[in-house]
């Protein structure tokens, strides 16, 4: 098992720009979803994709967008960024829709100033 | 809507100095209450699922418990290396695709 990894580890960009975010899942996993994660608080759930379909949404607006691949790795999209979406961004695999055994990678820190 | 509480926010105990978090929830039919373990930069780390009411789960210092409307995570002995953030999250029975709702989180310190 390779883990769910995470690039890039920290990324900063201007108000306003677009940003891709990548994840690459446990190996055998074919559900990935993508949470934000402010500081001090916990994560909050963006989306789901299931065989590369989307699977379900939070309350995010629609600048915020992911992809997931044959391979079932994922990008998440975000434009037009603004100074809250500063955050930790964290995906997580599963070989299940349902939850259990969900493996988080360890996030991508992003700086928007 | 569904809803997660922890408290405390902080807690800093000496170490061997047992104690318990608490995890409020409100949800539409509870599919599971999980914990899991966040070390500053890092992503969480799956401890528990619990499931119904009654139910418990051990591991090393760590047990958890569920009633029908919160969970607590009780620390036995602990050790500078429990020090973390412990989240709390719920998913919820009505729809399939929709993932967890997490709390805020307890950040706990264990002094030696």
């Known amino acids: 098992e390779t883990g769910v990894t995470q690039s890039p580890t920290h990324l900063i960009k201007t108000r306003g720009q677009q940003v891709t975010l990548r994840c690459s899942s446990q190996?055998?996993?074919?559900?990935v979803s993508w949470y934000q994660q402010a500081l001090g608080q916990g994560p909050q759930f963006i989306f789901q994709y299931y065989r590369e379909e989307e699977n379900g949404r939070g309350n995010f607006p629609p600048r915020f967008s992911g992809l997931q691949f044959p391979n079932y790795s994922s990008e998440l999209n975000v434009n037009a960024l603004e100074l809250d979406d500063s955050a930790l961004y964290l995906c997580?695999?599963?070989?299940?829709?349902?939850?259990?055994?969900?493996?988080f990678g360890s996030g991508t820190r992003l700086t928007v100033v | 809507e569904d809803q997660v509480t922890q408290s405390p926010e902080a807690l800093r105990l000496q170490e061997g100095e047992s104690s318990s978090l608490n995890c409020s929830y409100t949800v539409s039919g509870l599919r599971g209450l999980f914990w899991y373990r966040q070390d500053p930069g890092k992503g969480p780390e799956f401890l528990f699922t619990?499931?119904?009411a009654g139910e418990e789960k051990e591991k090393e210092r760590l047990k958890a418990t569920l009633t029908k409307k919160e969970s607590f995570l009780h620390i036995t002995a602990p050790k500078p290396e429990d020090s973390a953030t412990y989240l709390c999250?719920?998913?919820?029975?009505?729809?399939?695709?929709?993932?967890?709702?997490f709390g805020p989180g307890t950040r706990l310190s264990v002094l030696p």
């Open positions: 997580a695999s599963s070989t299940t829709r349902v939850g259990y055994g969900y493996t």
């Open positions: 619990l499931y119904s």
């Open positions: 190996s055998g996993h074919n559900t």
């Open positions: 999250a719920v998913q919820a029975n009505i729809d399939y695709g929709q993932n967890f709702v």
